[in-house]
């Protein structure tokens, strides 16, 4: 999509006390509702108590799924997964819940995140005799818990944790347990709910409230939550020498706003952050707008705080889907009119204040002030709602270097000039972590600060969510 962060993947997972005909379709919802997190493929897999049945494809989850393949995926527990990979990795081999059969069954992995040691942990297990089908690192955990040969799943994924290193968030199903797990810095977020009789876990609260469950909390970081036939049971790994680092940019960019994250709320945090930035970076003009989607929540805490009046003076095209398109100028610039038009009746002759959640490239930035200037804006003061991102993540999926972010490239003036605005002005690190109301110490800032929550394979390739 046109130039925003992209996360890696959304997770879901349903327990239900008896088999359950709509299984699939609740799966479904709940996948819907998490289709931010990934749009390249959407995959199911559920149990009836014997085997695991599953469908998975490229594409969108209402392009993955019609009515005769929800049908035949009816049981008690089941788990739900939409992708985002890069173009190298997007094939239908690597789509996910991934399924294979081990000594006691068969073993379906849901996976949200990065693990900065699945090299070392591939070749371990190539060496035992694993041949790969894949390239992605669920296969990488699902193989670990499989050769762990224990008759307690839950104990198999104990030992699995001790060695993954890096972010996760993941649903992991047996033919009778459904298990979530989240890493021990809590980079990725899980949390738990009901619906009814059954048990849910989820990527964000919105998909649990998608599906009419209640929310319970958060799974905490390096817990695992097992359910089963006897209830449900946590299991909380030492945290020892160990820090909370989640990731600060689902605040920023990744989460939906109508979703919690660790028991704050996205929407209020977003809010807050736009009348810090109003507070911090003010400017003279007549009128604020949002970037849709991620921008328009900070533009109305900014338009609040500086007292400007707010308006809409983008429209997203919601039904463009994704786009393939070649990454010349030229063919940006046709992406970014497919999905975003200015409304010529709100900007024209007006001082914008144009409010976006990041700059990453610089080049959207600079396509979409261009597209406000054609409509007859009169000045363009840019204000971001986050800090300049001059350091990769390794907690990502789409490979970059530093090379490729504007901010560690240039300074503030150097790109308010390649983008075109009348002025640029982000919001500090200290009023976007205040903005959170939780502590600083509870959040992974790297792409902000080069400081990461673990050691790092700084010798290989980075990593950095690209923007969506």
């Known amino acids: 999509m046109y130039g925003k962060f992209k996360e890696a993947c959304g997770v879901i997972g349903i327990y239900g006390n008896k088999e359950d005909e709509a299984l699939g379709r609740s799966i479904y919802y709940g996948l819907y509702a998490l289709q931010h997190r990934g749009q390249e493929s959407a995959g199911i897999a559920v149990t009836s108590g014997s085997g695991i049945k599953y469908h998975k494809a490229m594409g969108l989850v209402s392009e993955a799924f019609n009515d005769e393949i929800l049908d035949n995926l009816s049981g008690y527990i089941g788990v739900g997964h939409v992708r985002y990979c890069t173009n190298e990795a997007n094939t239908l081999i690597n789509a996910q819940p991934l399924v294979v059969r081990y000594k006691n069954g068969y073993l379906a992995v849901a996976h949200n995140g990065n693990l900065i040691n699945a090299p070392e942990l591939r070749k371990e297990l190539e060496e035992q005799g694993v041949a790969f089908q894949t390239e992605i690192d669920s296969e990488v955990i699902a193989f670990l818990i499989a050769r762990q040969h224990s008759e307690d799943i839950s104990k ?24 979530g797990m989240r890493d021990p810095y ?8 009901k619906q009814k009789d059954s048990y849910v876990l989820a990527s964000e609260s919105c ?52 979703s919690t994250i660790d028991g704050r709320s996205v929407y209020m945090a977003r809010l807050q ?6 507070e911090e970076q003010p400017v003279d003009a007549d009128l604020v707008i949002g970037v849709p989607d991620s921008g328009t929540v900070s533009a109305l805490g900014y338009a609040a ?19 393939f398109i070649k990454p010349t100028r030229s063919s940006r610039a046709i992406g970014v ?13 007006k001082r914008l204040v144009m409010v976006d959640d990041s700059i990453v490239r610089g080049t959207t930035s600079g396509l979409i002030v261009n ?60 009023g976007l972590i205040k903005a959170t109301g939780l502590p600083a110490e509870k959040f992974c800032s790297g792409c902000f600060t080069g400081k990461y929550p673990l050691d790092v394979p700084r010798e290989r390739k980075r990593y950095v969510f690209e923007k969506r």
């Open 156 to 179: 198999a994924v104990e030992k699995c944790m001790d060695k993954l290193k890096g972010s996760y968030a993941l649903v992991i199903m047996t033919e009778d347990t459904l298990i």
């Open 186 to 193: 809590g980079i990725r977020p899980l949390c738990l709910g």
């Open 207 to 258: 998909a649990l409230d998608t599906i009419d469950a209640q929310f319970i909390r958060d799974i905490e970081p390096g817990e695992i939550v097992v359910i089963n036939k006897d209830g449900i049971r946590s299991i909380k790994k030492s945290q020892a020498g160990l820090s909370y680092a989640s990731c600060i940019f689902e605040f920023v960019y990744f989460a939906r706003p109508d």
């Open 273 to 278: 952050a736009g009348r810090l930035l109003a």
């Open 305 to 323: 705080a500086a007292g400007i009046p707010f308006d809409i003076g983008l429209i997203k095209n919601r039904y463009v889907g994704r786009t």
């Open 337 to 349: 009119k497919l999905k975003l038009n200015a409304v010529r009746e709100v900007v024209k002759g």
């Open 371 to 430: 597209l406000l200037r054609e409509a007859g804006a009169k000045e363009v003061h840019v204000r971001v709602s986050s800090p300049p991102v001059v350091h990769s993540c390794y907690f990502g999926i789409d490979t970059s270097t530093r090379k490729e972010l504007i901010g560690a490239q240039r300074n503030i003036e150097e790109i308010r000039e390649h983008i075109g605005a009348d002025s640029l002005g982000y919001l500090s690190l200290h």
